[in-house]
């Protein structure tokens, strides 16, 4: 019985050693075999801004803009908090991304107590830079640019007339948070985004382009819900 069990000994560290060699790879592979333990390749996500607005400085409901030299009036409601969706489309790398996205909102506004619809729009173009990259809960922070609008329903009045403002300029972004890998295809992402936004441009009623004097700034600051799909 003693012969028996030597052959049986030498068979079962044969055995380890064999299933220590097959996890090697495949640890590889669940790692991506780029270091990390995401995939590298093309990422699309959907982003989730609950009870988004604006800090109200400039869009305050008692504040407007008027033509130099002219009788246009451009006016600025106040902004409720609504829900803003974004969605995303990118490459992501071993140690971040690169992200194009479009947000999306629509608002009640009120300017001396006259309600007005506001829909808001941007396109982003960020730099999502992960760290601890090799373990399935990453920390990240993202910082980029964004080129917002804005149209503003009956907010512009030229002598008896009453049409749309429409709102442009360009801002700033940065959000710090972690995002939480289940697989090495998908992430779930919590974080803070906080945003920075000069307007310094109009159109109103009569269709003509005015640059402000002076320029506003708004800013804003949001809980993000994500999710992000490694294709």
Known sequence: MTLSLRPL???GA??????????TPA????????????????VAGFT????????????????????IGGNELEFLPRLDKQDLIRLMMGYH??????????DHSEHNGTFADIPMTVK???????????????TRVQPHLLVGGSFPWMTIKDSSVLNEQLGDARWRGYGLNAEPGVTVFPHRQFGIGVGYLYRWIWFDRVTGVSDRLFYLKPKFRETSGSVVLSGTVIF
């Open 120 to 134: 808001f729009r941007a396109v982003n173009v960020d730099g999502r830079f992960m760290f601890l990259t090799r």
């Open 93 to 102: 790398f071993r140690q971040g991304s690169l992200e194009v996205s479009y």
């Open 27 to 42: 640890w590889s592979q669940e790692t991506g075999g780029n270091g990390g333990f995401t995939k590298v390749g093309g």
């Open 9 to 11: 000994r030498v068979y």
């Open 48 to 67: 989730y801004i609950p009870g988004f607005t604006f800090d109200g400085v400039t869009f305050d409901g008692e504040t407007g803009y008027k033509e």
């Open 14 to 23: 044969a055995a380890a050693i064999v299933l220590s060699l097959m996890s």
